[in-house]
């Protein structure tokens, strides 16, 4: 038997001249993280109090007490819930629908030289380059003029974030899926596996870092969305939380409920900090990972 040969990293010498070059990144970096750090704790002890606190810039004190009845005012009252509900909604059916639609898509021209399989290619990264202007004005002068006006909002948000993110995430995908081996579809096949059901079975499943990570990228993209959803959500219950949230600015400010205004700030801003926070390892996985190359 072999025996195992233990191996040593080498500590490499602290370099002065290496780190007085890199001095000035670490100190932007720091100020940065400095600055960041700041903003959110102020707009996060801002929730917790009083528009009289936040006038006088007493917020750290909280004099008055912890209010925590601004959630619940931003939740029920302004209506933040049914905009947060709304964000939730369109993300989800959004990502699950982009990635049938890309998966399947991003295979096929990954895996299988046919005519026009470069043309394709290049057609999705083209349109990647498309504003999304050029899209929305004509779209919304067809529903403004009565061609798509029975159509609900909701269902043309849907079908414009699923449209919108489809040539970005089958281009993503096409990489990953290009890096995998063929052996396991060679295997399949001695197995007697359709192409078809090789990739729902097999595929797939060692896509998944990819598919995790770009559907990530998606739900940011449709969870932030502001100009969409502005035009085509014209009724309030349609609404996203970027739409939703600027309407409640104006209302809040009038009524001098700062804290509940800062209180929807934190509810609008957790899910995107959540998926920074626990899903950021998986996020970079994804993107330098990829299958064994064959």
């Keep these: 038997m072999a025996k195992k040969q233990k191996e040593y990293k080498m500590k490499e010498p602290w370099n002065w001249n290496k780190e007085l070059k890199l001095l000035p990144g670490y100190?932007?970096?720091?100020?940065?993280?400095?600055?960041?750090?700041?903003?959110?704790?102020?707009?996060f002890a801002a929730s917790f109090s009083t528009g009289r606190e936040i006038y006088k810039g007493d917020?750290?004190?909280?004099?008055?007490?912890?209010?925590?009845?601004?959630?619940?005012?931003?939740?029920?009252?302004?209506n933040v819930s049914l905009f947060f509900l709304n964000s939730l909604f369109y993300a989800t059916i959004s990502c699950v629908c982009i990635i049938l639609i890309s998966a399947p898509a991003a295979y096929v021209l990954s895996r299988y030289t046919f005519l026009g399989n470069k043309t394709i290619k290049t057609g999705f990264i083209m349109a990647m380059s498309v504003p999304a202007i050029m899209v929305v004005l004509p779209l919304f002068s067809l529903t403004s003029s009565g061609v798509l006006s029975k159509v609900p909002g909701r269902l043309i948000l849907i079908v414009l974030y699923i449209c919108m993110n489809i040539p970005f995430t089958t281009t993503f995908l096409l990489n990953f899926f290009g890096t995998l081996s063929k052996t396991y579809e060679e295997a399949a096949a001695m197995d007697g596996c359709s192409p078809m059901k090789t990739f729902?079975?097999?595929?797939?499943?060692?896509?998944?870092?990819?598919?995790?990570t770009v559907s990530i990228f998606n739900f940011l993209a449709v969870w932030n969305e502001y100009f969409m959803s502005l035009i085509f959500a014209s009724e309030e219950?349609?609404?996203?939380?970027?739409?939703?949230l600027f309407t409640l600015i104006n209302g809040l400010k009038q009524n001098g409920e700062l804290g509940a205004l800062f209180a929807a700030v934190i509810i609008v801003f957790l899910p995107t900090f959540l998926i920074y926070i626990f899903l950021s390892e998986k996020i970079i996985a994804g993107v330098t990972g990829g299958g064994i190359k064959g």
């Design 27 to 43: 100190i932007m970096l720091i100020l940065w993280v400095l600055l960041t750090v700041v903003m959110i704790g102020w707009i």
């Design 237 to 244: 219950k349609y609404r996203s939380v970027g739409v939703g």
């Design 200 to 212: 729902w079975i097999i595929m797939l499943p060692l896509a998944q870092p990819g598919i995790i």
């Design 59 to 78: 917020l750290f004190k909280f004099a008055s007490g912890i209010h925590f009845e601004n959630y619940i005012t931003a939740w029920k009252a302004q």
